[in-house]
Nanobody, 123 residues
Framework: QVQLVESGGGLVQAGGSLRLSCVSS????????MGWFRQAPGKEREFVAA???????WYGDTAKGRFTIARDNAKNTVYLQMNSLKLEDTAVYYC?????????????????WGRGTQVTVSS
């Protein structure tokens, strides 16, 4: 079983930046694909970004050009650097892990999830 713990959320002004971190434990991190999803109040969970165990990256439309996903296998950690934040980026951000099967952008293909970290963007 994988345990995922997110950190780095908080309150930031529009146009600012945050870096989220997710530490994984309990399974071989370097063979997992890792993803970030988010969920705003009253909305469905949305794909943000993912990185494969071979360092391939994939981004949702709202993240392209503003967010960067990266991983550090030595630290069992995946990061999400978020720049040029907008009000509509306000959400709970979740880290997720899966084996290298299925689709990166499909939340149901992920087997393990963190509890989330709140990101609030203010005007």
């Amino acid at each position: 079983q994988v345990q995922l713990v997110e950190s780095g959320g908080g309150l930031v002004q529009a146009g600012g930046s945050l870096r989220l971190s997710c530490v994984s434990s309990g399974r071989t991190f370097n063979t997992d694909d890792m993803g970030w999803f988010r969920q705003a109040p009253g909305k469905e969970r949305e794909f943000v970004a993912a990185i494969t165990f071979t360092d391939g990256t994939w981004y949702g439309d709202t993240a392209k050009g503003r967010f960067t996903i990266a991983r550090d296998n030595a630290k069992n950690t995946v990061y999400l650097q978020m720049n040029s934040l907008k009000l509509e980026d306000t959400a709970v951000y979740y880290c997720a892990a899966k084996k290298a099967v299925g689709r990166l952008e499909r939340s149901s293909d992920y087997s393990d999830w963190g509890r989330g970290t709140q990101v609030t963007v203010s005007s």
